[in-house]
């Protein structure tokens, strides 16, 4: 008998002798409930679970990892931008693993976030290497217990998680209003009902001087006039979201946030750096429209600040990179004390992407997850992963009802896309 098929008996027939429980005393039950329980530890139940190996590929922006046990089940992870020559930190992760229990996830992951010296005081590419590795835990975890990884994280508040377009616009050099209103209206027809634009240029011909990030006046107006076209094309009721990418200074946050009231945006994200959320709050004080920011902060302790001052209107964690599942929870919960919705930055492939579908689904103030327009016209996103039901559907996403994430990564096909001279899932 296989280790799944036997874990299915001893569990079924645990669930049958609970049942029976208050009509049969133990010691009359029989032979079958005790024997099952005698069998367990050669039958490998979860709790003689053991980490034996993690494996990691690298594809654009992403780690891929693969937790391997004793029990021939294996566990899925992503982690992004943070993530470039962190094979040997994946190595070290792994050789510190190996043995332990994968079940235990957040026990695992403060261990290795404590690891140091500093008591876990950890960022960049330590937290984002960590997100990989603990999502691949929660996928095991899942597949042992037969159950999606959202009942592991306590349940789900909603069947479907709405995501929003990013319309990648940065990809075209210059994009004039008229593109915005292109890539509004292909988002729309494609059945979006919320569509996400970026605002920041750097080589925008107005703009004066390489290093310093104050909007010239020709550049504010085109800033209006793309959001303003996106907004006529698209009318009233869809929602539209800014991005700046962190880049500009706080002179033009407070700008572009006051100009862009009228056009009712969700929200205008991440407006200056990441680094001084007191800016945020600046501007957040100073105009109608909500701010965003959150993908550039790690672990919960990345948004304690955040939110006790009230510096944004709704936080944004990537969960491939600011501590994985178990954090963005924690996260979502923190910013729920705030009545703060929580709505994930995602750059992964589908595999992270149902993964933090998971998160989303589990708390109560999700309000929307990003998706990416590349997924729909960049073929290896498809190839590198396997899933058979559909991505997305107007801007809703199914949540996965299968043990773990509910994704598999196809690592044949992920091997072309591999970052060369850089070990593979060896
Ligand atoms: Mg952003």
Known sequence: MDNNASRRSFLGKAAIASAMAPFISLSSFGNGYEKSIHNTEKRSPPSDLQITRIGCGYIKGSLMVKVFTNQDIYGCGEGVDAVAGTYYLVKNFEARLKGRNPLDVHRLFEDIRKGGFFQGAQAGMYIAV?????????????KALGVPVYRLLGGKFRDKIRVYCDTALYQRSLPKPSDFADAALKSKKMGFNAMKFDLDQANDPAKYDKYNWTASPRELQRMYDQIAAAREAVGPD???????????????????????EPLNLLWLEEPTP??????????????????????????AYGFRRMLEIGAVDIVMPDLQKAGGLGEGQRIANLANLYYTPFAPHMVASFLGCMA???????????????WQSYFHTDPMFKEIVTYDGEWVKDSFITLSEKPGIGVDLNIEAMRKYAIPDVPYFV
């Open 356 to 370: 933090a579908c998971h998160v989303c689904a589990s708390v109560p103030n999700f309000l929307i997850l990003e």
């Open 130 to 142: 960590m997100s990989a590795i603990e999502t691949a835990l929660w996928d095991i975890a899942g």
């Open 274 to 299: 990441a680094e001084n959320v007191e800016a945020y709050k600046s501007i957040r004080d100073s105009s109608s429209t909500p701010i965003a920011a959150g993908e550039n902060q790690y672990l």
């Open 238 to 260: 869809t929602d539209i979201l800014v991005d700046m990418h962190g880049r500009y200074d706080a002179v033009t946050g407070h700008a572009v946030a006051k100009r862009l």
